[in-house]
């Protein structure tokens, strides 16, 4: 394999660690709820402090990525994140979930900013679409992490000891592959094949990175609805069984996967405007589904449905930020990325307050009137193809 191969390989691994890990642990949510009897307040309090720290650690994984590289970056909280999510299981009160959960969620958003790094340069050193195929290994890794909370869950495996093996396996991946990234200077010159220039980074373009990251929040929004709300929404809301929450997970997961599979082939036949388009007036009848439904099965189609909806507009954003401002692409990913954690925090506050007024029943209504707005705005995400591409396999 040539070093472009191995590289494009060991992003392969960072998103499948992200996918696995971060699954194991959002699907266990009802169930560390239950343990902690938790409120659907204070549930919101948990995600949103989860969140909050989030975005912090996206933005310093961006400002460590301009000085060491996003490869060293993505290694370091990708071990951190590995270790951190083993803890929330095991907190004894709200308190601690806070300080356990705050934890993880600061190399969560380290990892999610730097992984995107790596994969947007090196979809752009391939000189063809690659970011599709990353967000698809992270959305099979989050189908398995999916199931593997449901099996251990029905099967009574302690909560905490079920995320060791999850944490066993995401360090040794990451001490594997770490190597391999693509290293400073490929990544400088990955950015340059998607500029004509070749002139000292300059201050980052606010205005067309707010109107990137604008859609972005309302596929944020949405995710988090389906990925923290969707469990208890089918479990308190639907009378569903308490195993069904994370096996709502897997089967959004999964249709999401399945429309991340061909997503680089749709997106260089088609466009990115067109296909996230499309996917968003699916999404908003897939809502219309879910906030009607009449019991969780209907319910759970709606969540598959929503799944495939959404799934290239996450790696379309990435893609779309970084050229917006190629000499500053880490920078750029990073200020984007933040749309992911406004739209989780939005969703928690939001979602919450309607379920303690209304009831669990009306959580997905919000979230409905948010959808609207990535088929209304997809024309951010169309982008220009990089330049000079490398010839590679």
């Known amino acids: 394999m040539t070093r472009l191969q191995l590289a494009r390989a060991a992003v392969f691994v960072a998103f499948a660690i992200q996918g696995l890990t971060f699954a194991s642990l959002i699907t266990r949510l009802e169930s560390i709820a239950t343990k902690l009897d938790l409120s659907a307040g204070d549930v919101f309090v948990v995600l949103g402090v989860t969140t909050a720290i989030g975005a912090v650690g996206s933005v310093t994984a961006g ?5 060491v590289g996003s490869a060293a970056t993505l290694s370091l909280m990708l071990g951190g994140a590995s270790l951190a999510a083993v803890a929330p299981a095991f907190a004894p009160t709200m308190g601690t979930l806070l300080l356990l959960n705050g934890v993880y969620g600061f190399f969560l958003g ?79 010159a990955a950015e340059r094949r998607t500029s004509s220039t070749r002139r000292p980074r300059p201050r980052l373009p606010l205005l067309p990175l707010l109107l990137v990251a604008v859609p972005t929040f309302a596929m944020w929004f949405v995710d988090s609805a389906a990925s923290a709300w969707g469990g208890i929404y089918v479990v308190d809301g639907l009378g569903a069984a308490a195993a069904v929450a994370p096996a709502i997970y897997a089967a959004y997961q999964l249709v999401l996967l399945a429309v991340r599979l061909p997503g680089d082939r749709l997106v260089a036949r088609f466009g990115a405007e067109r296909v996230i388009r499309i996917g968003g007036v699916i999404g908003v009848g897939a809502l219309v589904l879910i906030v009607a439904a009449p019991h969780w099965s209907v319910a759970a189609v709606g969540f598959a449905i929503l799944g495939g909806s959404l799934a290239l507009v996450p790696p379309q954003s990435f893609v779309a930020a970084a050229h917006i401002s190629p000499d500053n692409a880490e920078e750029a990913i990073a200020r984007v990325n933040l749309a992911n954690y406004a739209g989780y925090l939005a969703a928690a506050s939001l979602i919450a307050a309607v379920a303690e007024v209304f ?35």
């Open 110 to 188: 380290g990892v999610d900013a730097s992984m995107n790094m790596q994969g947007t340069a090196t979809q752009d050193a391939y000189g063809r679409p690659l970011m599709n195929g990353f967000h698809a290994m992270w959305s099979a890794a989050a189908v398995l992490g999916a199931v593997y909370a449901t099996v251990t869950i029905a099967l009574g495996v302690p909560l905490g000891l079920d995320m060791v093996p999850i944490a066993v396996i995401g360090l040794v991946a990451n001490a594997a592959t770490f190597r391999l990234l693509l290293p400073p200077e490929a990544v400088d």
């Open 63 to 67: 400002h460590l990525a301009t000085r």
């Open 359 to 393: 009831g669990e029943r009306s959580m997905f209504v919000i979230p409905l009137a948010v959808a609207v707005l990535i088929p209304l705005m997809a024309g951010r995400f169309a982008t220009r193809p990089a330049l000079d591409p490398v010839k590679t396999g």
